[in-house]
C-alpha cells in the first residue's frame, strides 16, 4: 500500500539539512513524503540529494524552534509542523514526522487534528528494545498531569501500537509504579491499578492487564506495553538512555585501559558494532503520538539522517497497518453511542 | 570515633545469613555492631564467621517479611527493625542498617525515631556512581505523594549528605523534570521550581539551585543532588539499575558471540571487572533514610554478605560525619523559634 508522509523539515537541531536527507533517503516505491517548509531552502537541499522516490516541497514559511513550548502552536499557525498536521487532516498525508520539540509538536497535533472518539489526550508511545520483543513505554511526555482515566486509555493505545507495529496478538500490558504488588504506588496509580483490573468503559476491548512493574522491568521486556503517567515515563525514558550512555563510556574507558585490553577491543570491534547498533536509539525511529485522526511520529530532536528515515518508516508501517482504525476499534463504540442508546 | 550500628539481621532475601556475614566483616576497632534478631540462630551464624571487633546479639523474636508493607510496622512493635530503631532512640546505636522491604523499614523508622526539627517527612537518599564525584538522588521512594514544600527539605537533606559522605562544599542541586526550561514539569515540580528557587524558610542554609535537570543528566553528574518525589524518584533508580544490567548482558552476548571476540574477551578480562566493580551497587552499601535522629540505611533486598558490610560502613561513615547535626544546621532554627520570636 503506497502512503504519503507529511514531514516538519524545519525541526529539529540538525533540520533542516539531516531532515531533507532522511526524507528522501526514506522515499521509495511505496512512499511518498510531502516535505513542509522554506520552498527554496528545500529545493537547494533536494537538488543536493536524490530521493528513491517522490517527494514533494509544501510552503511553510514559519517554524517552531527547539526552544519554544506549547504555545507557540497558537502563535504560529503557519509553522512547518502546523501545515503537515493540516495536510493530514485534510487527507492528503497519513502521519506527520516531525524532529522538533516534543512540546510544540504535541500542541500542534492536539490544535490542528481531530482525536479519535474517545480520546481525551493523546498518548506518547516510545519503543524500548527489549528482547525477543520491544517494549512500549506510554506516555512518553505528551501529558504530565494524566487522569487515571487516561492511563486505561494510554493501555488501549499502546496495545494497538503493540499490534500492528510488533504483531503482537493480546499484547501484556503492566502499570509502571513502585513495588510490585497492588495498592502500591502513588493515588493516580493506585487508582490507574483499579481501573485497569475493570472491564473496559463503553465497550472497550479487553485490557490483558499483568499488575504491576517497576523500573527495573523495563528493560526486562515482561510486558509487550507499559503505561505511565508523561512525567514518569519522560524520565525513566531519559533515565534508561543516559544509563546506556554512561555503560557504554564506561565500557569503552575500560576496553582502552591497558594494552592487553586495548589487543583484545580491536578483535570485539565488530561484536561491538552490533551491540551498538541494537541500543542506537536511532534505528527505532522515534515515539508515536497515538489518538488522533493520523499518527505523529516525534523524532529525536538530535535525530540524524538515518534518524529521520527511520522516523519515516515507522510513521508509514503505522499508516499501512492501520493503527487508527484498530485504535478506534480497541476503545469501541464509545461514549457517544452509549448516550444515544439510552436516550 | 568508635560508634555502634544497629543491624536488622532478619531483614532482606538472604537473611539471616548474609547480614551475618556482613555485620561480622564489617565489625572493627571502631566500629561495634549490634544485631537484632533470634538469639540462637544469630549466635550459631556469629560463631562460624570471626568479627573483626565486638558484635553484640540483641534479641528481636518478630520480625518484617519481604512482601509485608508499612502496616507491619505496626503490626509488629517488636520486629527486628523495630529493635534497632529503639537502640537509636536509646542512644545505644547510632545508626540502622536493613536490608529488608523499604515500606516496613520507613514505617518503623517514622515511627520508633524522632523527626529532626523541621522535618515533615523524611527522605531516602540513593547514590548514583557519576564521576568524578557520587550524585545523591533523593527521594528514592520514601513517600510517593509528598508535597512541594518537601522537596526543599529532601534538597537540604540531600545536600548535609553530599557535605558529609561526600566532602562537597556547597553541592549543586538539580530538581528532577521533564524538559531544561522552567515552567516544564508536572504541578508538584513547577511549584517545587518556585520553592527551590526562593529563599530557604526559617532561617536554613541557602540552596545552591542549579534550576531543572531531566532523566538524562542523572547519570551525567552534571548536579550533586537531584531532588525528585519518591515515585518517581524510585522509578529513574530503577530503570538506571535495569538498564545497566541489560547493558552488561548485551555486552556478555557480543563478547561470546564469535570466536575472535571470545579471544578478545579473555584479554579484557580484568578491564571488566574493574568497570563491573564500580557499577555494582553492593559496592556503595544502599540507600540513606535522613531526617530522623539517627540515619537508617536500607540496603538492597538482595544483599550478599559485602554488600551488608557496605551498608554498615556507610551508617558509620554518616554517624562519624555526624549528619544529623549537619542536618539540624542546614534546616535552621526551624518555625518553632520562628513562632517564639514573634509572640
Redesign the interface.
Given at each position: 500500500m503506497a502512503v504519503s508522509i507529511a514531514v516538519d523539515a524545519m525541526g529539529g537541531d540538525n533540520a533542516p539539512e539531516a531532515v531533507v536527507a532522511g526524507a528522501a533517503a526514506a522515499a521509495g516505491p511505496g512512499l511518498q513524503i510531502l516535505l513542509t517548509g522554506r520552498p527554496e531552502q528545500l529545493g537547494a537541499l533536494l537538488a543536493e540529494h536524490r530521493p528513491g522516490g517522490v517527494v514533494r516541497v509544501i510552503p511553510a514559511e514559519d517554524w517552531i524552534t527547539m526552544?519554544e513550548?506549547s504555545l507557540a502552536s497558537w502563535r504560529r499557525p503557519r509553522s512547518s509542523v502546523a501545515v503537515a498536521c493540516q495536510l493530514v487532516r485534510r487527507g492528503q498525508a497519513a502521519a506527520v514526522v516531525s524532529a522538533g520539540s516534543t512540546?510544540g509538536i504535541v500542541a500542534t497535533a492536539r490544535l490542528r487534528l481531530r482525536a479519535l472518539p474517545g480520546v481525551t489526550r493523546p498518548g506518547l508511545a516510545a519503543v524500548l528494545p527489549?528482547s525477543p520483543k520491544p517494549t512500549i513505554l506510554i506516555d512518553a511526555?505528551a501529558i504530565?498531569?494524566p487522569k487515571p482515566e487516561m492511563l486505561v486509555l494510554f493501555a488501549q493505545l499502546g496495545a494497538a501500537y503493540a499490534e500492528i507495529a510488533h504483531a503482537i496478538s493480546e499484547p501484556r500490558v503492566g502499570l509502571?509504579?513502585?513495588?510490585a504488588?497492588p495498592g502500591?504506588?502513588?493515588?493516580l496509580?493506585r487508582r490507574a491499578y483499579e481501573l485497569l483490573q475493570a472491564d473496559p468503559p463503553h465497550g472497550g476491548s479487553p485490557i490483558r492487564f499483568e499488575g504491576n512493574v517497576?523500573?527495573?522491568?523495563?528493560?526486562?521486556g515482561r510486558v509487550d506495553v507499559v503505561v505511565?503517567?508523561?512525567?514518569?515515563g519522560?524520565?525513566?525514558?531519559?533515565?534508561?538512555?543516559?544509563?546506556?550512555?554512561?555503560?557504554?563510556g564506561?565500557?569503552r574507558?575500560?576496553?582502552l585501559?591497558?594494552v592487553?585490553?586495548r589487543?583484545?577491543?580491536?578483535?570485539?570491534r565488530?561484536?561491538?558494532r552490533?551491540?551498538a547498533a541494537?541500543?542506537d536509539r536511532e534505528t527505532y525511529g522515534g515515539a508515536a503520538l497515538l489518538g488522533m485522526e493520523g499518527t505523529v511520529v516525534v523524532a529525536h530532536g538530535a535525530a540524524t539522517a538515518k534518524g529521520v528515515a527511520a522516523a519515516c518508516r515507522l510513521a508509514a508501517d503505522l499508516a499501512r497497518g492501520q493503527i487508527t482504525d484498530r485504535i478506534r476499534e480497541r476503545l469501541g463504540p464509545g461514549r457517544a453511542v452509549h448516550f444515544r442508546r439510552r436516550t
Open positions: 526552544e513550548g512540546g527489549t511526555g504530565a498531569d509502571l509504579t513502585i513495588g504488588e502500591k504506588g502513588n493515588k496509580a517497576e523500573g527495573s522491568d523495563l528493560m526486562a505511565t503517567d508523561g512525567f514518569a519522560n524520565i525513566a525514558l531519559k533515565a534508561i538512555e543516559g544509563a546506556a550512555g554512561f555503560a557504554a564506561e565500557l574507558a575500560a576496553l585501559g591497558s592487553t585490553a589487543l583484545g577491543s580491536v578483535l570485539q565488530r561484536a561491538l552490533d551491540l541494537r541500543v
